[in-house]
């Protein structure tokens, strides 16, 4: 016998493997809503029946793969196809590698520079 009607709308379902590609792709609740076109209790009562606590701890689950196929190709951008940009990008921010430019002055200085404060006194 057929479920009986208790009225309202059908129940939306929603795909948990788009929401996991979309999670890796960095994309916000608000994106995947309007993607799935759910709005957010919608989202997150789906998610609490595939047992998960809120679309945070699905998300946080799930980002970091798509960071690490990130991170997988700029490795692969740098090391095999050597390309020049992401070996500073990277230098600089796994290494601490910094771009530094030695400025000297040379000569005398030619004009004296006077700096005066203006503000309140201090009673």
């Not at 919608?42 to 799930?62: M, N």
């Not at 601490?96 to 503000?119: C, N, P, W, Y």
């Amino acid at each position: 016998m057929p479920d009986k009607n208790l009225g309202g709308r059908p129940r939306k379902e929603i795909n948990l493997e788009q929401v996991k590609a979309m999670c890796r792709i960095q994309c916000t609740q608000e994106e995947v809503c309007a993607i799935l076109e759910v709005d957010d209790k919608t989202l997150t009562a789906r998610l609490r029946d595939a047992g998960y606590s809120s679309f945070s701890e699905f998300h946080k689950k799930y980002n970091h793969e798509g960071k690490a196929s990130l991170r997988r190709a700029q490795w692969k951008s740098a090391t095999q196809d050597n390309n020049p940009t992401m070996l500073v990008w990277l230098g600089k921010n796994m290494l601490g590698q910094t771009d530094k430019q030695d400025v000297r002055m040379s000569g005398e200085l030619a004009h004296k520079i006077q700096v005066e404060f203006v503000g309140e006194e201090d009673d």
